[in-house]
């Protein structure tokens, strides 16, 4: 059938009119072979823009449909939509990018943006000429969700899900659900206590019917596809029965060994077989195979002996699952940023320099002081505490993060409130700012409070910090409000660090084949209207683990990723994109290239009869292969045929580049 | 003059193969792949056994015949001749245990003027690397000579351009080359796909090219340097120019040599954590 | 733009085409030079798309993809790496200087860098001037 196409030319509002002139494009389109109608529409992704494509196909009889507009990433989706409502195949839709690829960076030069856009025409127009139409692999979808990160971002989605009717599989790689917000004493600005609202949610979690709580454990192995996630679990021996474990601590009282009590930001110990904290979901005992006695020198096993529940078990071998899912959302949270980095501010060297969450902990009640807040040099209360912000963050040094930590500022406004209102006038607060970021609902208001409760404020980033004998510091800061400088010591100076993707968030992200974006956090499809999907179908992104945000965006954020996998399972079935090799095997020679090269098993040689001859030839898994073409570019003989990716269409667009 | 001793060895070397020959179509084998007096030859009969020769005028790649046949083969094999066979094999286009190797070590070729081939004379490989028999006495390996490659690396690209532009003027397409080629073993080659576009029917430059280039690149990691190439082309182009360049980039970018070793995965099917940058 | 030298780019959707949408995205200047070609994979190009490149007038040519290592299909650039550096090399021994064939590996996020490196590549072609060997005739589009 002879090609009938339709090329449209979208302006994108000035977007695209503003630089490449779409008259011009559209006269040079509607003289190009097979074009049989080519116009120019404001917003062709728009209903009407959209409606217009559709009654043309009908009136016209077009079978192949051209949109110059935006990258095919924005909108290839919604235009082969469009096509199928109209009893066309989606994929006899071509897509040349003449905004982001074109309009956009040549803004500068409207002529030869034209030519550009001339040019992208008439390749895409080449290539739709050998469009064929292909028909969607419908895969079934797995009612299940795997929820990566047992933090308030995976808690929330778990519990969505789980309410929805879904199985969830909560896999956390500590001892205990909670993250980081099990970690802090109020949250900001209502000033909950974070243990009060976060530990309901963690029973939630562990009593809830739909939910398996996985911790301890890791994902080892990710394979299979959006609907069909096949994932491999190892859970870590914790060497004690969590069947027989009581949680009674008489284990924890025995045991002779200390060690620092990450938890607590090692500001206080804990010992080799512990609980992280008491609130810890689940409340079993794990032992810590580094510290512990028996592991490392073969001796003690006291908790063995007085465990009444008979609970220990050093043989305990780590466990291997398998699971099916059908969709993934990954929360992996986040880790503080080494503020030893900073050296100028002797983070590790001076007792008294401490960071955002070791304040945190000192003033939670259950933390190593019991609430008291002392200096960690000689107990005293603090007589004047410095916070700085910005430590590592805004950084343009080598080892220093670009980006707004997001939650610095309100955090350093809070901890000051707090002392403040324990303190009173007993004490002096200085905040020294680069910028005062309260830009969230409630965060103005609370600015504003903490200020009259005569905080002092300081514009400027001190240089140095300097220890004095009795282990008080001082340091010097330009104040650019004042003009002034200032000199300010002080008892305790708290550094408000930046967060940074947790440790192991890359090795995930490669396992999972979903990309990270230039500070490391995991890629979102699109910044402004995907957030929480990823060039994964069916894995999905919640919380620290896509960009530093406080807890009320994280839930936020859970719920979405939440909705969007509740979405997907409930359809019950996903449509895999038919974009797939083909093998001819009437001259396959069986040689096997193909096999070597597939990097998902999804092709491999079979034994054939031809005429009373046996023959080795190629054959395709269709549901493995995921159309990436390495074997159809392996195969020398030119057998393989890569679905909607054909050679004579690339060569094609090569010709048709080469005319203008 | 050759030495009496040579002339002895040669004709102990053609006894033995007519042994071998014999006793493998009396156990059953479906044919031997031989020399007789005028060149390759196939012997299915007893009776036609003596026909099989051994000189130093047996020149021709006979591993090329082997994917056509399905029962027990017995072949014999140059040290040159046996590097193609390994890579047959480890492309699934012959099976090992089909196949009986009667392996000669060889000193060399003459041509019809006596002359040793060319590439004879810095023979790499005069043992063969795989036989289930082994005949002839071992002669000393020579290093595998690249310097007509170095040599046009050294010029600049518009000279290089002129050179391959040139020796191409003389091609006719014929695909002699293609066709004596024992790791062009595609069933329907790429260059003669109508649909794909990747070629036409013109015996223009350009097209010439294209089939030179594609068939130089295909083979890049299977090429064994037998030569058969160059002797097929009726129009004497020198074409092992280009394929030696492909052997060499190979052997420097990945440490790799076509037809030594049955256990090694060819390089452009398998990659490493380290490879080098393009 | 008929003096100016033309390169075609083969980028991978996951990758480097979005890394190029990113450069859009974000305002960043480039020479118009470059028309891309969007493939899945880098793995997908077969290494005599760059001849046929060359044979239809592009005058440079840019195989971009995901980093080794990163690729969405686990390996498919580890492929491409391999073939292109033995046709790169090939090509060069036949008359295209390698300086008008390069591989780069550009990741989503890495807009400012695809800029660069057409911004790189059309001066040092300019320098280079156009390509005169391995012309050939272009078929009319059917």
Known sequence: MKPRIGVYICHCGLNIAGSVDVKLVVEYASRLPNVVLAKDYTYVCSDPGQLMIQEDIKRENLNKVIVAACSPRMHEQTFQKTLSMAGLNPYLLEVANIREHCSWPHEKEPENATEKAKGLVRMAVARASLLEPLE?????????????????????????????????YLVERQPSIGGRMAQLDKTFPTLDCSACILTPLMVDVSRHPNIVLLTYSEVEEVSGYVGNFKVKIKGKPRYVDTEKCTGCGTCIQKCPVKVPNEFDVRLSERKAIYLPFPQAIPLKCTIDKEYCLYFQKGVCRLCEKFCEAKAVNFDQKPLEMEIEVGTIIVATGYDPFDASKVREYGYGQYRNVITGLEFERITNAAGPTGGKIIRSSDSNEPKKVAFILCVGSREEREGGLSYCCRIGCVAALKHAYILKSKFGDEVDVFICYTDLRTFGKGHEEFYRTVRDMGVKF?????????????????????????????????????????????YGSDDLARLLKIPKGPEGFLMELHPKLKPIETAMDGIFIAGVAQGPKDITDTVAQAGAA??????????GQAETPPILAVVDETTCSGCGKCVSVCGYGAIRIVEKEERGRKRKVAEVVEALCKGCGACGAACLSGCITMRHFTDAQIIAMINAFGLG | MRKMSEVHEIAKIEIAIKEHA???????????????????????????????VWNNHCIHNLTKYLPDFEGKVGIVVKGCDSLSLVELIKHNQVSRDKVFIIGISCSGILNEKKEKYKKCKNCSHPSPVIYDVLLGEKPVPKEEDHSDVVELESLPHEERFSFWERMFSKCIKCFACRNICPVCFCKECLIDRRESKWSSKFVSTPEILTYHVTRAFHVADMCTACGECERACPMKIPVLKLYKKLRKDVKELFGYEAGL???????????????PEP | MKEEPRIIGFLCNWCSYAGADLAGISRIKYPPNLKAIRVMCTGRLNPLFVLKSFQMGADGVLVAGCHPGDCHYTSGNMHARRRMAVMRRLLDYMGIDKRRFRVEWVSASEGTKFAGVVEEMTDELKKLGPLKAWRAKNEKNE
């Not at chain 1, 047992?150 to 199985?167: E, V």
């Not at chain 2, 049955?262 to 380290?274: A, M, R, V």
């Open chain 1, 136 to 168: 969607p692999v419908v895969v079934p979808i797995e009612k299940a969700a795997l929820v990566i990160g047992g933090g308030i971002a995976g808690i929330t989605a778990s519990l969505k899900l789980a309410d929805s009717g879904f199985k969830v």
């Open chain 1, 458 to 502: 300081i514009h400027g980033k001190p240089s140095e910090i300097h220890e004095l004998p009795d282990k008080s510091l001082v340091f010097d800061v330009f104040d650019t409000t004042t003009n002034l400088m200032l000199r300010v010591t002080a008892d305790i100076v708290v550094l408000i660090n930046g967060i940074e993707p947790s």
């Open chain 1, 562 to 571: 939440a909705a969007a996998a509740g979405a997907l399972m409930a359809r």
């Open chain 2, 22 to 52: 014999s006793s493998l179509l009396s156990e059953g084998a479906e044919c031997i792949i031989g020399y007789d007096k005028d060149g390759p030859c196939f012997i299915e009969d007893l009776k036609e056994v003596d026909k099989l």
């Open chain 2, 261 to 275: 070793n049955l256990e090694e995965t060819p390089p452009l099917i398998s990659f490493s954590e380290d490879d």
